[in-house]
């Protein structure tokens, strides 16, 4: 079964410093894609950054960058030079397609704090 | 561009009200639409999706129940609330291209007392 895992429920770090969110994926499919989502205490859901089962680089996105192991099934997440409007939950997230389903499930997340 | 709005942001409810959570489309024709909940501190749980008018799958047996009447709604409801329905429902839209990532509304959270 399809599965996604976040096995840090909280991070802190400090400003400036790269930071590294872990999330561990669970499918048998050949093709699927994962996302990472950040989550404000807003409540809105912000998309960061995406990366898809073939694709040979790792994807980034500014400060933002995915570090991509296939074999291990990871997808982490890499924050460089953090910054207090970094402090937000994260989600890791799995694209799903087979048949007429096609949805995203999401781990469990991780509140990150950034301190001065 | 596509929009997607929900209502309404904040609602709370005696155990056993019914519960009517609506979301809209703009921008886009036959988008996949998706209700998620998120219970507090906890991780997103996909409740509902579909594909099209009338077409619901259900993710998870529970008290709640989706409906899709026109093509850019979708609507969540329950006929009694239970203190476990208690959360933050955000609704999703699929975008069909590029990557592929859900576009979401600004959410509703439900107090039910």
């Known amino acids: 079964a399809q599965k996604i895992t976040q096995t840090q429920p909280g991070m802190f770090v400090q400003e400036k410093e790269a930071v590294t969110l872990d999330c561990t994926y669970d499918t048998s499919d050949q093709s699927y894609g994962l996302f990472w989502y950040k989550q404000p205490s807003s409540g809105e859901m912000i998309f960061l950054i995406y990366?898809?089962?073939?694709?040979?680089q790792n994807a980034t996105e500014g400060r933002y960058s995915l570090n991509f192991q296939k074999a291990r099934k990871s997808a982490n997440l890499v924050i460089s030079a953090s910054q207090l409007g970094d402090s937000a939950m994260y989600f890791c997230a799995m694209r799903v397609r087979r048949g007429n389903t096609d949805k995203l499930i999401f781990g469990t997340g991780t509140r990150l704090q950034v301190f001065p | 561009s596509q929009t997607i709005h929900q209502w309404p942001a904040t609602l709370v409810q005696p155990v056993g009200s019914p519960l009517s959570l609506e979301c809209t489309v703009e921008?886009?024709?036959?988008?996949?639409l998706y209700w998620y909940r998120q219970a507090a501190g906890r991780g997103l749980q996909l409740l509902f999706y579909s594909v099209g008018i009338g077409q619901i799958s259900s993710e998870v047996p529970q008290n709640l129940s989706a409906s899709r009447p026109q093509d850019r709604q979708f609507i969540l409801s329950s006929k009694k609330l239970l203190l476990s329905d208690s959360g933050f429902y955000l609704c999703?839209?699929?975008?069909?291209?590029?990557?592929?990532?859900?576009?979401f509304g600004e959410g509703s959270r439900l107090t039910v007392l």
């Open positions: 921008g886009t024709s036959n988008p996949n």
């Open positions: 999703a839209w699929l975008s069909v291209r590029g990557t592929g990532e859900l576009f």
């Open positions: 990366q898809g089962s073939y694709d040979e």
